[in-house]
């Protein structure tokens, strides 16, 4: 104990990965203890494995904590970044996860400048969306569950909506609270599509990926639900065009489920700080494969097996016919 506090603090980033089901999002909210975040977990561990003081997990400030993305409520992580000043004691990572929930680990650690931000500094991030094919079977089709098997045709289809997209838009639309005007609901994106499907227990799955500078609250949920709304069959496929414009256009938001933040780029402060020689680049070739099994651990097998208690896929599909596509909404 005393050792620790003579150890001293030094700026770091930890690549984490967390399985979000049952958790109210990433971010803590200090004082509404009933909704648990993946971060009261992880304060807790870090106060407990003595890397910060008991006073910094109350004022996380005091420790410059700063979390790369907020992964909204049920989302999972497999590679998010959250930087802050600890005590460097020794087998610190594995200090820390003796303290945290197996679905929550920290997978490795960097040295990093005083004054980074995990969330300022990160030029882009990539999330994927894992959902069975079935949400892109035709409204028309006989086959609508799990039997469904995604056709080239309908995959190609689905990739040509989901590559409209790319670029800069207006996502005012894509967000709650966001009026059209607002500069900020333009965001970039650099690229979105669905890969080959694959199955898993009788089910087939597809894994959508986008990459963009930064996303709004529910945005990729609601890209997602708009082209499975138009897949099905529900809305034109204008809607999309439409849907950049200054009127307000009714977006379904597809479940959360499926949602896993893949990883964040930190492009620029690798190329001034990562070969200075005093910091490594923010790169994670070495725990690639850590972070794969944990994937295959805790986060598929929870979308696979709640998809398959709770239907949230299914459910939500049956809701997308009473959206109103062809109006504005109201």
Known sequence: EDQNKKSPKRKIVL???????????????????QFKTIEDDLVSALVQSGCIPENHGEDMK??????????????????QIVSLKVRLIDDILEKINNHLPSHIRILGLKRVT??????????????????????????DDDVQEEVYRLDKETLEKVNKLLACYKGTHNFHNFTSQKGPRDPSAK????????????LRE?????????????????????????????????AAES????????????VPKAPGLGLVLERVHFEKYNRRFGNDGLHE???WTEEEEKIAVFKEQYIYPTIINTEREEKSMANWLSTLSIHDFSSSAV
């Open 15 to 33: 690549l984490m990965a967390y399985s979000g089901k049952g958790y109210h999002g990433m971010q803590r909210n200090v004082g509404s203890s």
């Open 62 to 79: 005091k420790m410059s904590f700063q979390r790369c993305a907020r992964t909204d409520k049920g989302v999972s992580a497999a590679g």
């Open 114 to 139: 005083g004054g980074f931000n995990s969330k300022n500094k990160c030029d882009a991030r990539t999330y994927s969306y894992m959902l069975p094919t079935f949400a892109f079977a035709h409204k």
């Open 187 to 198: 965001r970039y994106i650099m690229e979105m599509y669905c890969g080959e499907p694959f």
């Open 202 to 234: 009788d089910i087939e799955f597809a894994v959508i990926k986008v990459k963009g500078q930064s996303f709004m609250m529910h945005q990729i949920r609601k890209m997602i639900g708009l082209v499975i709304a138009i897949v099905k069959g529900y």
């Open 239 to 250: 809607i999309i065009e439409r849907s950049w414009g200054e009127e307000k256009v009714d």
């Open 281 to 283: 680049p923010l790169e």
